[in-house]
T-cell receptor
Framework: AQSVSQHNHHVILSEAASLELGCNYS??????LFWYVQYPGQHLQLLLK??????LVKGIKGFEAEFIKSKFSFNLRKPSVQWSDTAEYFC????????????FGKGTHLIIQP | DAGVTQSPTHLIKTRGQHVTLRCSPI?????VSWYQQVLGQGPQFIFQ???????GRGNFPDRFSARQFPNYSSELNVNALLLGDSALYLC????????????FGQGTRLTVV
């Protein structure tokens, strides 16, 4: 079974700082990778996804992530964060045919200070 | 466009009771998945249904069951509730049951006392 590890459980940054959230997964086969965000009081929303092709994927709100197969990693980045980026961020993996759903990491609570 | 809708939003039950949670997927989506999110953790996969058939099941006891109806809505049932079942239960819908984007609802907050 696959697993997902998010290294930073709590991150505090100032506005305009650069962001990188780490995500590593364990699965030997083909995977699809996702980053979801949960703003306070809102439902989980998809930030970006990787299925195949260019390993550098761009998502909404200026976020991007890079799939490095050799490192089993899918780190999330944003060059300049805003106060509105305060949220919980989850990395997720689906493997095989996808019938086993998404496997999520424990999440990273990001706080942006104005 | 209506997103994934779940009902009820909040629920309080007593240990040993039974609970039914409901989910309506996005129009045109034929697959529904259920997840349990305990405070401080990421969502954990419970079931996936597609075209009314169970396609995947996570590591949850048999007290958990689900079904999908002809209109693609779904119910999650939990019997003999335990305190540890207290969690946010999330429903996600997707167009099909393979590797595709899942859209999540707001969830049902279940508290077992």
């Amino acid at each position: 079974a696959q697993s997902v590890s998010q290294h930073n459980h709590h991150v505090i940054l100032s506005e305009a700082a650069s962001l990188e959230l780490g995500c590593n997964y364990s699965y030997g086969g083909t995977v699809n990778l996702f980053w979801y965000v949960q703003y306070p009081g809102q439902h989980l929303q998809l930030l970006l996804k990787y299925f195949s092709g260019d390993p550098l994927v761009k998502g909404i709100k200026g976020f991007e992530a890079e799939f490095i197969k050799s490192k089993f990693s899918f780190n999330l980045r944003k060059p300049s964060v805003q106060w509105s980026d305060t949220a919980e961020y989850f990395c997720a993996v689906s493997a095989g045919g996808g019938a086993d759903g998404l496997t999520f990491g424990k999440g990273t609570h990001l706080i942006i200070q104005p | 466009d209506a997103g994934v809708t779940q009902s009820p939003t909040h629920l309080i039950k007593t240990r040993g009771q039974h609970v039914t949670l409901r989910c309506s997927p996005i129009s045109g989506h034929k697959s529904v998945s259920w997840y349990q999110q305990v405070l401080g953790q990421g969502p954990q996969f419970i079931f996936q249904y597609y075209e009314k058939e169970e396609r995947g099941r996570g590591n949850f006891p048999d007290r958990f069951s689900a079904r999908q109806f002809p209109n693609y809505s779904s119910e999650l049932n939990v019997n003999a509730l335990l305190l540890g079942d207290s969690a946010l239960y999330l429903c996600a819908s997707s167009v099909w049951d393979g590797n595709t984007e899942a859209f999540f609802g707001q969830g049902t907050r279940l508290t077992v006392v």
